[in-house]
């Protein structure tokens, strides 16, 4: 029977990542843990009495132990990590420039669920508005085309929230596992939700993806009437763009980015922008630079 998933899945550009601190996991996979006796990384020594594995008996360890006890090496074994992405999809993800942010999302969600099938890993997927949504959500799973399906909603969807408060109730729909997790939002949220969020999902390995397109923050025009919609609310104003208008708006998009940096900073994290559309090689690059 041939393989229709096969042509789908020769186009989704593969990602390869890593996680920091080694796993406590339990399924064998690709990264580094502390546990498990017969994996190949080197821990350290025990006693034959604690790791009874006569096979991995070291007589030097042995005969250098000052009580003359039997030693053996003992070794971690590599195991997986759940990846899981936790998505904003409020009324400002709706967005549409140069790329649609959804658009860009769902590409984003496709090659990193193909990404994990192929490292052994599993993945999971959390949407949320004011509430996470039952429709797009998609439990732990090694199955190979979670991603593909997820994508399609994704796309297909018109989104209408007011804001992203679900992403507190987020971690409710989450492994008990550390997991590495990727928050993806445009972040035009307030800064103390946004604190709140991450410090929600401080059990996991977070990596803060923030998608922005370069029309959100200007128009081509050096001046003129324009008309300025706040996405969330849907509230409209007439503005006119003129050259000072255009310093300050650059300005406080400078400011918001490096306010945003600065609450990263301060929890250790090491955020993704993606401003445009989706590059599978930009997200390889962040986990290995």
Not at 78 to 92: E, I, N, Y
Not at 120 to 148: E, H, I, K, M, N
Not at 233 to 248: F, I, K, T
């Amino acid at each position: 029977m041939p393989d229709t998933q096969a042509p789908a899945a020769a186009t989704i550009r593969e990602v390869h990542y890593r996680v920091g601190a080694p796993l406590l996991g339990h399924f064998p996979g690709h990264h580094r843990s502390v546990r498990g006796a017969s994996g190949f990384e080197f821990r350290g020594h025990a006693s034959l009495l604690d790791a009874p594995d006569p096979r991995r008996l070291d007589l030097h360890a042995s005969l250098r132990d000052p009580f003359g006890d039997w030693r053996v090496r003992i070794y971690n074994q590599r195991k997986s990590v759940p990846v899981t992405v936790v998505a904003d999809l409020s009324a400002s993800m709706g967005f549409t420039g140069r790329h649609a942010k959804l658009a860009v999302l769902a590409d984003f969600v496709e090659s990193l669920a193909w990404s994990a099938w192929r490292t052994g890993d599993s993945f999971g997927f959390v949407g949320c508005d004011s509430a996470p949504r039952a429709d797009l959500r998609q439990p732990q799973t090694r199955a190979r085309g979670a991603g593909g399906e997820i994508a399609r909603r994704l796309r297909a969807l018109h989104p209408a929230g007011r804001d992203a408060r679900g992403l507190l109730d987020a971690p409710r729909h989450l492994s008990r596992q550390r997991a590495l997790l990727f928050l993806v939002s445009d972040f035009h949220l307030p800064l103390e939700l946004v604190a709140a969020v991450l410090d929600g999902l401080s059990l996991h390995e977070v990596v803060p993806t923030v998608l922005w397109d370069p029309l959100e923050f200007g128009l081509s025009a050096t001046r003129g009437l324009a008309q300025v919609i706040d996405p969330e609310s849907g509230r409209q104003r007439l503005v006119w763009w003129r050259p000072a208008l255009r310093a300050r708006w650059e300005a406080a998009h400078q400011q918001r980015r490096e306010a945003l940096l600065q609450l990263f900073r301060a929890r250790r994290l090491k955020p993704l922008f993606i401003e445009g559309g989706y590059d599978a090689e930009a997200v390889t690059r962040h986990f290995h630079s």
